[in-house]
């Protein structure tokens, strides 16, 4: 045991001594005391993280009862660092509630015996400015390599927020909207951890080899930056940090027969459409160098549609390689919402669909190339774009060319530009070439 095991046990002690001479001068109290008793008890025990044990699947039971789920959706092909959904995470689906328009509220569990090392709360706004609705997420340790996060609950379950402290123990990250806490709380497999019509889940594995990011300083695991905006104690910062490069599946570190029953609902958002990639719960997008694969940025400097440097990524369907991805966030300034096949009258769903991932089918040759096989100074052409998976189809294409790197050092570059006065590759005429209106990317 560490010095600072010892003093922690120490003070948890005479915490809990206190509690029962309180005890005798309240008699009353004694349900209240008990309860609390075991809060203290229980942040003491949970300062020490069991090692993982070798060749035992660190996590023993269901994230949520799993006749509540329909679907579980890899989120890493259509999401890029800084976006709102996590990409290294899967989404677990609800069933149908009580309308066609309701999914299933359910209860997330936790999966094994672990610690609930911080938890956030973030609350979404309307454009009014009143709040919409409030995202709750919870940390967990699993064991001293496995660590787990439940992402986007509706509600946290009530004992667990009084075992942390309470809302008013929370230090703000750069405002109100967004509060979050270090903890020390242990739960058993089984205990309600929050209620949801749906949520996220995020496992980190301190073993894993790192993935091959081109940029891994772009992956740097403390999200939150240390700056004048945030004002939150470096030991909060650090309990709510992520390495996006040892992100791994969930679903395989289950009991080997639960992992299979898990992962036999790898599929879209409603379950219609079934997995059927042999990695199908990759969670983390895979930047091949020399190719388009990956994620990319860009900032107002490089014609991006934006004011600070945010990305992109071009990635294969987690759920059909087949299709491919186009996740542009509405970066291109050239992809315009005129050329989102909706009727005219609707301009607010034609803006939103031109923000949306773009998606379309891999072929041969220079139309639709995938994006692991495009080469440096080799213009692309692709055509026949949809958004997202069942959207309107998109009255254009797109050109992509990787240039060539003139220097050691130099970091690469990719052109995309949106051509709306055609909408097929082949009507476009030799040489493919830029109109002046692409945006450039970099690794």
Excluded at 306 to 332: E, Q
Excluded at 392 to 403: A, H, Q, R
Aim: proline fraction near 6%; hydrophobic fraction near 40%; glycine fraction near 8%.
């Amino acid at each position: 045991m560490t010095g600072t095991d010892y003093y922690l046990r120490l003070a948890a002690t005479f915490a809990v001594a206190g509690l029962f001479g309180a005890a005798i001068f309240n008699p009353g109290a004694g349900k209240r005391i008990v309860s609390d008793v075991a809060t203290a008890q229980a942040a003491a025990s949970a300062v020490n993280t069991k090692t993982c044990a070798s060749g035992e699947p660190p996590l023993e039971g269901p994230f949520a009862p799993i006749d509540d789920i329909i679907s579980i959706s890899p989120l890493g092909g259509v999401t890029a660092p800084g976006e709102p959904l996590p990409a290294p995470a899967i989404r677990l689906n609800t069933r149908k509630g009580k309308t066609i328009f309701d999914r299933r509220v359910t209860t997330a569990l936790a999966p094994s015996r672990a610690d609930i090392t911080a938890i956030e709360r973030r609350t979404l706004r309307k454009e009014d400015g009143g709040a919409d609705r409030e995202i709750w997420s919870v940390h967990f340790s699993v064991c001293d390599s496995v660590s787990l996060v439940y992402d986007d609950l509706d509600a946290i379950d009530a004992s667990i927020l009084r075992r942390a402290g309470g809302l008013k123990s929370f230090a703000e990250i750069g405002g109100p909207d967004h509060l979050a806490i270090k903890t020390a709380v242990h739960v058993k497999k089984g205990d309600a951890i929050g209620t949801a019509n749906g949520f996220d889940v995020m496992l980190e594995d301190a073993r894993a080899t790192p993935a091959q990011f081109d940029r891994p300083e772009r992956y740097q695991s403390n999200t939150y930056a240390r700056s004048r905006a945030i004002s939150a104690p470096e030991a909060v910062l650090k309990a709510i940090k992520s390495d996006v490069s040892r992100i791994e599946c969930p679903l395989d570190y289950l009991p080997q027969r639960a992992g299979a029953e898990w992962k036999a609902k790898l599929g879209d958002a409603w379950g219609i459409r079934r997995a059927s990639g042999d990695d199908a719960c990759r969670t983390a997008i895979i930047d091949k160098k020399g190719t388009a694969q990956g994620v990319w940025f860009t900032d107002a400097a490089n014609n991006g549609r934006t004011s600070k440097v945010s990305a992109i990524a071009l990635a294969p369907d987690s759920i059909d390689p087949g299709k491919l991805i186009f996740a542009l966030h509405g970066r291109v300034k050239s992809l315009m919402p005129t050329m989102i096949a909706l009727n005219p009258f609707l301009k607010d769903e034609k803006a939103e669909a031109a923000r949306d991932f773009l998606t379309f089918e891999a072929m041969d040759g220079r139309i639709n190339v995938a994006f692991e096989a495009v080469r440096p100074g080799e213009v692309y052409c692709y055509q026949n774009l949809r958004v997202n998976f069942v959207g309107p189809k998109v009255n254009g294409v797109l050109l992509l060319e990787i240039e060539p790197q003139t220097s050691t050092g130099a970091p690469p570059l990719m052109k995309i530009e949106a051509r709306g006065d055609m909408t097929s590759c082949i009507d476009l005429p030799d040489p493919w070439g830029f109109s002046g209106q692409e945006t450039t990317f970099y690794r």
